[in-house]
């Protein structure tokens, strides 16, 4: 196969569900047939789609969304209890927490917290001096990312 074939077999495969005339076979199995011309050769494509593959890839999916939301909830709280220097290294830490995303987004605000400096009680009146910055974030579910990938669940060439 070359790498040509390869994208349309992928593109066959991510194809919405609307635009795929399925034939009904037994044992929960429906089939599309495409035909495509390569280097002048005519080419005939069955896509097929399996409801008991569906089923099963779908669920490791979403163990794999909620195994993601896990380890993320815990990587955002650990950022968000650290106090940063200046803006630039809080912005630089959302940028690296937010590359790992593949089911989610993040909604990011970054909180000046200020500080009595020294021992004791502060005196009345006096106002607090800024000592860093800190993230406040919140994990979501990217809905159409997922709906993307679910859409290739079951199917295949």
Known sequence: ????EIKGAKALTQQEEETLTWQTLDNGYRYSEHTSTYKGVSQRWVLFFS?????????????KIQKEQDEQTKAWWHLGNRIFKCREDCEAGI???????????VTTDIQLVEKHTGRGRPKQGSTPDVIGYQVIATLSKDEEKIAQVRNKKGRFI
């Open 1 to 4: 196969m070359s790498c040509t």
């Open 51 to 63: 409801e008991a593959a569906f089923a099963r890839e779908c669920k490791t999916l979403e163990k």
């Open 95 to 105: 940028q690296k927490l937010a590359k790992v995303l593949t089911y989610h987004t």
